[in-house]
């Protein structure tokens, strides 16, 4: 059986995490990146009366904000098979999971973007959330990678350093890159959308440009 680790990458949403957490433990490995600076996350007891501790969890407290890519460069760090990235404002169902793990993709995810040839904005770009397509890049929130497909783009991962935005876009392109592949999949599934807040990236009215200037870059390439 292949082996799974989730890497949850968190900003100032401890209970969403906690939340995700309960879901998963026990069943995967899950590391936590926290990137407020501010406020460490903490995780309480499974059975406050025990004191019993969650024993296949590591938390990553940074002491700087790295932004997203960071998730992809701790990947790395793990030996599983796959890798299971969520962000902390969603919770895939098991069965979602395990359908990801089925498909047998080098990456896939619920949330992509297609029609990069024709768009001028990013908001020009088509949504598929919870379908299955075949999509120009995966965006964030639950996306499966096999750790030999990240491999290949170590270099490439580490070098970036940590970019503002478009982690996933990159990676995204690096890999359709090294497998000189045109598209990737979405999937269908059942997910639980949690509390955003007032801190997603996507509040930035720079935001969506921010994300654009990266797609450009790879706008008319194919392999």
């Known amino acids: ?13 401890p209970d969403n995490v906690l939340q995700i957490v309960k879901a998963f433990e026990g069943h ?29 969890i590591d938390i990553v407290n940074n002491k700087l904000n790295l932004r ?9 760090q793990y030996d599983e098979d796959f890798k299971l990235i969520l962000d902390d404002d969603i919770l895939p169902s098991k069965t979602l999971v395990n359908k990801m793990l089925n498909l ?15 768009a001028n904005s990013y908001l020009e ?5 919870c379908v299955d397509a075949d999509v120009d890049f995966l965006v964030g929130s639950v996306i ?11 270099e490439k991962i580490i070098n970036i350093g940590y970019p503002e935005r478009g982690d996933d876009i990159l ?12 598209t990737l999949k979405t999937v269908s599934g059942k997910i639980l959308n949690l509390p955003e807040g007032d801190v997603g990236l996507n509040k930035n009215p720079e935001h969506f440009l921010m994300r654009w200037n990266v797609v450009e870059k790879f706008k008319n390439l194919t392999w």
């Open 171 to 182: 990676v995204s392109y690096w890999i359709k890159k090294a497998l000189r592949i045109n």
């Open 68 to 76: 997203c890519m960071d998730r992809w460069v701790r990947c790395f």
């Open 28 to 56: 995967y490995p899950i590391t936590i990146i926290n990137n407020n600076p501010n406020d460490n996350v903490r995780l309480p007891p499974i059975d406050p009366k025990s004191g019993k501790q969650y024993k296949t």
């Open 144 to 154: 499966l990678v096999k750790q030999n497909v990240l491999n290949l783009i170590k």
């Open 1 to 13: 059986m292949p082996t799974v680790r989730i890497i949850i990458l968190s900003y100032k949403r």
């Open 104 to 118: 047998d993709q080098p990456i896939v995810g619920i949330y992509g973007k297609s029609g990069v040839s024709k």
């Open 125 to 129: 770009l088509k949504d598929y959330w």
